[in-house]
């Protein structure tokens, strides 16, 4: 089991906005250490999509954004596209350097 | 254009070491900016941290796998090194080397990734 949860699956239509959710505790997230978001395309290895909680690296679209509050934090997609089918990934840590993922969620573009 | 790639046996035997070297291109092990770190695939599942590196020569690993792993680096052939013992079925994985960036502490360059398989 992560430490970080996310849900395993989320699904939209083209067009839509979605947003996948990673829960971490007073430990990790709640204790205000940063959140990256990553995407994994399938065969591929992942890749950087936010970083510091809201900041999108140099050319990822703004139809992806970041949020963080308390012990949790989101990740939002606008503007749906088949492209976007992928598994997300939530990544913190904790005050030892351990770095920690959420378990991944896949988003299936209905 | 910072670039890593792993390489290593594509397959192990039970009880044996995993040795894989992931080789760094367009970068340096000396800067305090960076970390340099293992991340692990098994098939079909999520992400898993196996451990950092720092240029001062820290290491930070796994808790769950700390018993077994060690990273180091050769800074005369950039390249990073994990070594992990005892290996069993359930370290069968793809293998990421990818570049930890100091402060908010996340992967931004990663390597392609390389499958170990655990099998006599």
């Known amino acids: 089991q992560s430490v970080l949860t996310q849900p395993p699956s989320v699904s939209g239509a083209p067009g839509q906005r979605v947003t996948i959710s990673c829960t971490g505790s007073?430990?990790?997230?709640?204790?205000?250490?940063?959140v990256n978001w990553y995407q994994q395309l399938p065969g591929t290895a992942p890749k950087l999509l936010i970083y510091d909680d809201t900041n999108r690296p140099s050319g990822v679209p703004d139809r992806f954004s970041g949020s963080k509050s308390g012990t949790s934090a989101s990740l939002a997609i606008t503007g749906l596209q088949g492209e976007d089918e992928a598994d997300y990934y939530c990544?913190?840590?904790?005050?030892?350097?351990?770095?920690?993922f959420g378990g991944g969620t896949k988003l299936t573009v209905l | 254009q910072l670039q890593l790639q792993e390489s290593g046996p594509g397959l192990v035997k039970p009880s044996e070491t995993l040795s894989l070297t992931c080789t760094v291109s367009?970068?340096?092990?000396?800067?305090?900016?960076?970390?340099w770190g293992w991340i692990r695939q098994p098939p079909g599942k999520g992400l898993e941290w196996i451990g950092s590196?720092?240029?001062?020569?820290?290491?930070y690993y796994n808790p769950s796998l700390k018993s077994r792993v060690i990273i180091s680096v050769d800074t005369s052939k950039n390249q990073l090194s994990l070594k992990l013992t005892s290996v069993t079925a359930a370290d069968t994985a793809v293998y990421y080397c990818?570049?930890?960036?100091?402060?908010?502490?996340?992967?931004?360059?990663w390597g392609q990734g390389t499958l170990v398989t655990v099998s006599s």
């Open positions: 990544q913190s840590y904790d005050s030892s350097l351990n770095a920690l």
């Open positions: 367009g970068g340096s092990f000396s800067s305090s900016s960076y970390y």
């Open positions: 990818a570049r930890l960036r100091r402060g908010w502490y996340g992967f931004d360059y």
């Open positions: 007073s430990s990790n997230i709640g204790a205000g250490y940063d």
């Open positions: 590196f720092y240029y001062g020569g820290s290491t």
